[in-house]
């Protein structure tokens, strides 16, 4: 990074490593004190999450260097994998402003779930993950399909949308979700509203039927599968189990409050008129 950095004329910058991507918001609001205005965010989803929570509202621009196992973020925004095409889409992309939402007042950008998925990342995250990569998903996600349903009450903009078992929630800001499917078909993330989706599906035949639908970008066809969209989103839950956000676990709770904050980060992204560059460096 640094050697494509210097190619393109900027060997002088602020560099900040981190051990584990918890530590990432305290460096990305130093960098913000030290005077950045640009932030490479070289990392995963988990990674880049913590940024976004930390600078989100504060005017400062994210140049997402996608260096995970899934790169939900970077693959929805057409960022290339390879970190010379994502150096140069930092230096010289467009620069989108982006929603961001908030389960329990921690931004994420690209989506949050309870249930299933939060059972497969949590499991992933043992160290399947770093010894198999996107595969220790599909691992993890057939032994999560075991685990019975949860009863769950869930308020659209104050007004009760869902009421009855559910064995996954999820809230996006984007279309595409884990493992790269498209879960909520008409989403943008800049639409100002986050879209939310109830699967009610049990055992391996409904799911399949439902993951059928899923995989032909018609989600909401599915018997199995709720979907709607709203500025705030309240999940309650008859027992208490673990959440996620982009790809992060986290502990369990029984009360997730969603909150959309429309335009609250700035990405840069693929340039769609060449040779124009929009973004900055310092």
Sequence with gaps: MRAELARSGHADVLW???????????????????????????????????????????????????????????????????????????LHGDRRKLDTGSVNGEHFAVMSGVGLDAFMIKAADSGLKDRFGRVAYVWTGAKALRRGRTKATIKVDGAVWFKGKTSCVLVGNIQKVLGGITFFD?????????????????????????????????????????????KKISVTLASAVPYELDGGDRPKSNKLRFVVHPASITVCVPSTQEHEPSCSSR
């Design 16 to 90: 900040y490593e981190v051990p584990k991507s918890r530590k990432a918001p305290a460096a990305a609001r130093q960098a913000l004190k030290d005077g950045a205005d640009l932030l490479f965010v070289w990392g995963g989803d988990g990674t880049v999450q913590r940024v976004v929570d930390a600078v989100a509202g504060s005017g400062a621009t994210l140049a997402v260097l996608p260096a995970g196992t899934a790169n939900l973020l970077a693959r929805n925004l057409g960022i290339p994998i390879d970190l010379n095409g994502a150096v140069e889409v930092g």
């Design 186 to 230: 008409a989403a943008e993330p800049d639409d100002g509203v986050l879209d939310v989706g109830v699967i009610t599906a049990k055992g391996s035949v409904e799911w399949a039927r439902a993951l059928s639908r899923v995989a032909v970008g018609k989600a909401a066809k599915s018997p199995f599968i709720q979907v709607s969209t709203g």
